[in-house]
Every structure is written in structure tokens, then in C-alpha cells.
């Protein structure tokens, strides 16, 4: 299992936080294996690179967003929209009570991560961003959420879950 | 064929076989013909003329790749048609021609050891025969269900197939129900019937499965008749000779 | 079981055209919100967009180790991002094919179904010779093809 990204969406539609565990093994194992398909790689790879974070976590929010409306009005208010999985990555959706959305990208064979993004908005970030004095209500801009006392939170969690 | 065929081809001793070293200068000289980039054409005689009209008698032809085909023929008889009838009328005629030379193949082909090879049906109903068995096996590769004359007219016969391998995958659009594109396998059958000198008035092709309610459309909604009027004189040919034999 | 395993719920079959248009809505469980065939049209274009955008939003870069096939014959498709290919929610499963000519099957079961892969490509083996093997037909139109709609009936009622 291997964790890509993580992203938190306020009820403002922001993304207020977002971190990436990508392995960059591309270049050297781009080197060891010159074939002819890294061609056709190498074409479609300045397009992705085009895209900045921040195009990334808009681009998913819409995605989120649609597919959530789409699982609401097929399956009723009740029903949940839980992930959805391409042929290259697995994406995880939480929603809390308050419209606050958690979402990861894993790889395709990861089981559903609902309970994990549900414990990282109960004991990370209720713990140390909600409670936190010094944060502010909102986050705009994603000011307050991404603290210390966070960060280490979500890596230890993280690895966690990733050796589980 | 041979753009410059040796000179002793023309000789008039043609007919003795020619040596091997003859026989490799021709080869060659046939060789020499660069092919055209469009046409291929197997200069080894393999083609499906070069071979023996008794073999082959089992290949097989894919089902899609008829299917295909048959939707092609279909949308080009559809060009320039006012109406199914016209429609029907074009597709008969493409399986007209088919039907006269399937009549020649499968007779050449047919395994009677005691008559000559290639007697053809003389009477009304072994042409039937042939045709409910022989050329159905061959085109489908079974026989059709039911052969059928009709009781209010004399001249008409009627073969049904409940399910037409040609309309296997077509669904007619509904405004458009009175349409059969088995109309072509009709064709065929005019072209058989022809062809063994018995002159028709149409055959055409109806279904039969729906409007009977629940009984009919439940099992072979696809069932189709095929109604075949002869003409007067091949009647009266039929009268003769039965009271002769 | 094996009976368990052997059931198949769909709840619904819809063909999305490669523009984004819907061209075949098919509903065989009730278990579904009913909606409107708006609605559905709606559902199909919003489908299209976001499918094309969960192909590019990939985090991983596109080399030929990414999923595994750099070892099998050289194709144009291998490469290929592929875009969303099942949607899980708490009520229903969704399966989305894309044929390489760019046509959406989009299929709804029940959450737990298992061999939907399968039944997919039965779905497709029927599309292709009873929708696009039927002169009547014509290309990226709505289907209405009724051997089409009696051999859907027939597979999956046959099966349920």
C-alpha cells in the first residue's frame, strides 16, 4: 500500500491543507530502463507537469464535489459517496457533519480508507487544529491548520497505517 | 497473362506436357510481372477459383463478418429507396444472382453416385427439397423449419424459418415494422428456383412471429415465411408431367 | 453462498456517447432514486467531464512501470491514463467501462456485487452485435434496438 496525497477541504470549498508522499524513483528508473515506451511517456509528462498543487487540489475538489452530488441524487440523501478507483490510483472521500471533506489518494489496491480519514479528523485534526487557542475559526488560506503538533500527528499516523 | 510468353507456348504441339526447364522459364517470366501495389493476386493458384469446386464444402465464414457485410449491403440497397417495398425489392435482387449460382455449386457438389452429378430438380417439389435442405445446410447450416403449400392457392408454397440467421442482429426501428431483410435470402431462393427453370411471380419474404398475441411472439418472435408463387406455365409443366409419371 | 454469489443486481445501464452524450438508459432494479430522464441526461454529461478529469489528475507520473505491463507486447493503449473505472458509495457500485473508441458503460449494482467485470463484458458483447451490427443503427445516436433491449432482459433477469 502506498499513501500519494492528502487533501482537506473546508466547507468554503478552500483546500486549507494538502501534503504529498510522492516517491520521485522516476529519473533513476527512467535511466535503467530505456525503452521505447518512455517515449510516449516522456510526450504526455510536460502536460502533468503543467499543473500546479494548487490546479491539482481545484481540480479534485470539482471531482469530489460532482461525484458526491451524483451518489446524493442516485442514492438518496443518506447514501455516502466512499472512493472511486482509476487504473493508476484509488481516491478516499470523508465528509464530516460539518460539509469538511477529507481526501486521500492511494494506490488501486488499498481497501477503503473511510475509518482512517475518520480518524484523522477525530484525533488529528479536532485535536490539535479545533482545539488549538491560537487557531482561528476558519482557515483561510489554510492559516492554523498545518501546525507542528499536526504535521507530526499525521506523519507518525500515517506510517501506521502504511506499515499496517 | 505473361507479358511475353516464350515462343514455343504458341507452338502447336500445346498440348505435350512441358518439360521442367520449360515449365520454371515460364514461372519465371510470370515473375518478371511487378505486381500492382493495389491488387494482389497469388501468382501460386491459390485463389478460390483455382481450387476444387468439391472442396471447401465444410469452411465456415464468421458470423460478425457477415454481419458487418450484410449491414453494408443493407445501407447501400437503402440509398436512394422510397419505402420498404422498394427496399425489399433491391435486396432480393442482390440475393438473386447468389441463388443462381449456389444452384450450380451445390448441384456440382451434391453425393448422388447413381445419377449424374449435376441433374437438377425437374419437379415442383424436389426443388423444394433442395432448397429446405440442401441450400439452407449450406447457407446456414441447417435445414429450414417447415415447408408448407399453401391450402387457398395452388401456386404457393411457403418455407418458414423461426429464427433467420441474416436477421440475427438486426433490429428493425418501428417505423419501419413491415420491413424483412430476409428479403435477400428470398432472393436466393427466386434465383434457385430460376435458375432450375421455374419461372416465378416473386418470392418474398413476411413475419410471422408477431401480432399473434402471446403465442406467437413468445418463441420465435423472428419467424418468417417465405412465400413462393410459381408461375402459371410451371404449373401446368407440373400437371403434365404428373399425369405422365 | 454460492447462491449469494450467483445473484446479480443491477440496478441500471447507461451509455454515454464519446461526446458526453446519453445515448441508452435502462433501469432493471428499483433500488435507485428514480429521476427524471433529464436528470439522467445531466448525470451523463457531468459523468463525461469528471471521468476525463480523474484521467489527468493521476499522481503518479506516467512511466511504463506505473501499472505493470512494460513486459507485454507494445501497445498504444498501454500507456494510457484510464480515468474512473469504479465508484463505490454506501448504497450502490458503479463500473464504468470506456471502449477504446471512447463509449461509456456505466453500470450500477449492488455495493458487494462481485464479477462485475464480467457481466460488463457480456454487456459489451451484446452492444457490439445487437446495437452495432444492426443496419439501423447509426453511430453515436441513441440506441433503440430491440434485440438489444431483449438480450439485456434475458442476461440479467435471467440471472438475478
Not at chain 2, 501495389?37 to 457477415?66: Q, V
Not at chain 2, 437503402?78 to 427496399?87: E, Y
Request: hydrophobic residues 40%.
Amino acid at each position: 500500500m502506498a499513501i500519494y496525497s492528502f487533501y482537506i477541504f473546508d466547507r468554503h470549498t478552500e483546500c486549507i491543507y494538502s501534503k504529498r508522499w510522492l516517491q520521485q524513483p522516476q529519473s533513476s528508473s527512467k535511466q535503467a530502463r530505456p525503452t521505447s515506451a518512455s517515449t510516449t511517456a516522456s510526450v504526455e509528462m510536460p502536460a502533468r507537469k503543467a499543473l500546479s498543487a494548487a490546479d491539482d487540489a481545484k481540480l479534485i475538489f470539482g471531482t469530489v464535489f460532482s461525484l458526491r452530488n451524483i451518489v446524493k441524487k442516485l442514492g438518496g440523501e443518506d447514501d455516502a459517496f466512499l472512493s472511486y478507483r482509476t487504473g493508476d490510483y484509488k481516491l478516499h472521500y470523508y465528509e464530516t457533519p460539518t460539509r469538511m471533506k477529507f481526501v486521500m489518494l492511494t494506490d488501486t489496491k488499498t481497501n477503503n480508507l473511510r475509518v482512517v480519514l475518520h480518524q484523522i479528523w477525530a484525533n488529528l485534526y479536532v485535536e490539535f487544529v479545533v482545539k488549538n487557542p491560537l487557531s482561528p475559526v476558519e482557515h483561510p488560506g489554510g492559516i492554523g491548520v498545518a501546525n507542528e503538533l499536526f504535521e507530526m500527528g499525521l506523519e507518525s499516523f500515517v506510517s501506521s497505517v502504511l506499515v499496517s | 497473362m505473361n507479358p511475353a510468353p516464350p515462343a514455343h507456348a504458341h507452338a502447336p504441339s500445346l498440348k505435350t506436357p512441358l518439360t521442367t526447364a520449360q515449365q520454371q522459364q515460364q514461372l519465371a517470366a510470370g515473375r518478371n510481372v511487378s505486381p500492382s501495389p493495389g491488387l494482389r493476386y497469388p501468382s501460386n493458384k491459390k485463389t478460390i477459383y483455382d481450387r476444387n469446386l468439391s472442396r471447401s464444402k465444410n469452411a465456415e465464414l464468421s458470423r460478425a463478418a457477415f454481419g458487418y457485410l450484410f449491414v453494408e449491403m443493407i445501407g447501400y440497397a437503402q440509398r436512394r429507396v422510397r419505402g420498404v417495398a422498394d427496399l425489399e425489392k433491391r435486396l432480393n435482387a442482390q440475393g438473386y444472382p447468389l441463388g443462381l449460382k449456389l444452384l450450380d455449386l451445390l448441384l456440382t457438389r451434391s453425393p448422388l453416385p447413381s445419377t449424374s452429378p449435376s441433374l437438377r430438380p425437374t419437379r415442383i417439389l424436389p426443388l423444394l427439397q433442395f432448397i429446405t435442405t440442401t441450400l439452407w445446410k449450406h447457407l446456414f447450416g441447417r435445414p429450414a423449419d417447415a415447408l408448407e403449400r399453401s391450402a387457398a392457392n395452388a401456386d404457393e408454397y411457403m418455407i418458414s424459418d423461426n429464427e433467420p440467421l441474416v436477421n440475427t442482429y438486426i433490429s428493425v426501428p418501428r417505423e419501419m415494422s413491415q420491413l424483412n431483410c430476409a428479403a435477400y435470402v428470398a432472393g436466393v431462393i427466386e434465383g434457385v428456383c430460376d435458375g432450375a427453370g421455374f419461372a416465378t411471380r416473386g418470392v418474398s419474404a413476411h413475419w410471422v412471429g408477431e401480432g399473434g398475441g402471446e403465442g406467437g411472439k413468445g418463441m420465435w418472435p423472428g419467424k418468417t415465411v417465405f412465400l413462393i408463387r410459381f408461375a402459371d406455365e410451371v404449373l401446368e409443366r407440373e400437371e403434365i408431367l404428373g399425369k405422365n409419371g | 453462498m454460492a447462491i449469494i454469489k450467483d445473484r446479480l443486481v443491477v440496478f441500471a445501464l447507461l451509455v454515454i456517447n464519446k461526446a458526453g452524450g446519453l445515448i441508452y438508459n435502462r433501469e432493471f432494479h428499483s433500488g435507485l432514486n428514480k429521476m427524471s430522464s433529464n436528470d439522467y441526461l445531466i448525470l451523463a454529461g457531468t459523468f463525461h467531464g469528471v471521468h476525463a478529469i480523474t484521467k489527468s489528475l493521476s499522481p503518479l507520473p506516467r512511466t511504463q512501470s506505473a501499472n505493470g505491463t512494460s513486459a507485454s507486447a507494445p501497445s498504444p493503449f498501454v500507456n494510457r491514463p484510464t480515468g474512473l473505472e469504479v465508484l463505490e458509495s454506501a448504497h450502490f457500485r458503479l463500473q464504468c467501462f470506456q471502449t477504446v473508441t471512447g463509449t461509456k458503460f456505466l453500470l450500477f449494482t449492488e455495493p458487494q456485487q462481485p464479477n462485475v467485470d464480467n457481466v460488463m463484458k457480456r454487456i459489451y458483447e451484446l452492444y457490439s452485435d445487437y446495437v452495432m451490427k444492426n443496419p439501423f443503427y447509426t453511430v453515436e445516436m441513441p440506441i433503440r434496438c430491440e434485440k438489444f433491449d431483449r438480450s439485456l432482459d434475458a442476461f440479467v433477469k435471467v440471472k438475478s
